[in-house]
């Protein structure tokens, strides 16, 4: 199975500061299409998961442009530009590029 | 709107079955990959069970953790995905959620496996 790597696994951030999560994977994630199946999920606390972006910079529906996705092959990086609230929660990537598909283990952002 | 509600979830006994099921609407269910994801308390996102469309054959995949022992189904009449859970283990414990394409997901339905 793709080993999929978030770092860092907790990030404490101030209203306004940005703030930048890695996900790496263990293996190439381009699929024979040429699309790289990276998705960025967002957990709020007691929530269920919502997806934010979809083949590594597409943002959802809704999703401020604050947010953004960048990345190839097996490095990944989401950004958030201003840090607000609403954005607190763990951040999950997710491959779907192979079979099974495979989580990150999360990353936690609280506030500073 | 997508719309995906889980229900039938409880407090079972090791060894016990349940069956959980997701009611679908907002979207073309028929062309839908449907997926069930759990989060054990406190933990990560774990990929359960994946069952594909009609010209997919309907084929069904699960995680190790649980292949022998759940079984997912799909009723596209009804727009509804389920979740035959077998000789349940204390570790099968987890919010259960269910998700079309892992792209939009429900509110998750509570199974607790205790003695």
């Known amino acids: 199975d793709v080993v999929m790597t978030q770092t860092p696994v907790s990030l404490s951030v101030a209203i306004g500061q940005p703030a930048s999560i890695s996900c790496k994977s263990s293996?190439?994630?381009?699929?024979?299409?040429?699309?790289?199946?990276l998705n960025w999920l967002l957990q709020r606390p007691g929530q269920s998961p919502k997806r934010l972006i979809y083949l590594v910079s597409k943002l959802d529906s809704g999703i401020p442009d604050r947010f953004s996705g960048s990345g190839s092959e097996t490095d990944f990086t989401l950004k958030i530009s201003r840090v607000e609230a609403d954005d607190l929660g763990v951040y999950y990537c997710l491959q779907g590029t192979h079979f099974p598909q495979t989580f990150g283990g999360g990353t936690k952002l609280e506030l500073k | 709107a997508v719309q995906l509600v889980e229900s039938g979830g409880g407090l079972v006994q090791p060894k016990e079955s349940l069956k959980i099921s997701c009611a679908a609407s907002g979207f073309t269910f028929s062309n839908a990959a449907m997926y069930w994801v759990r989060q054990a308390p406190g933990k990560g996102l774990e990929w359960v069970a994946r069952i594909r469309t009609k010209p997919n054959n309907y084929a069904t995949y699960y995680a190790d953790s649980v292949k022998g022992r759940f079984t997912i189904s799909r009723d596209d009449s009804k727009s509804m995905v389920y979740l035959q859970m077998d000789n349940l283990k204390t570790e099968d414990t987890a919010m259960y959620y269910c998700?079309?394409?892992?792209?939009?997901w429900g509110q998750g339905v509570m199974v607790t496996v205790s003695s």
């Open positions: 998700t079309a394409w892992l792209d939009y």
């Open positions: 293996q190439s994630l381009v699929g024979t299409s040429g699309k790289t199946y």
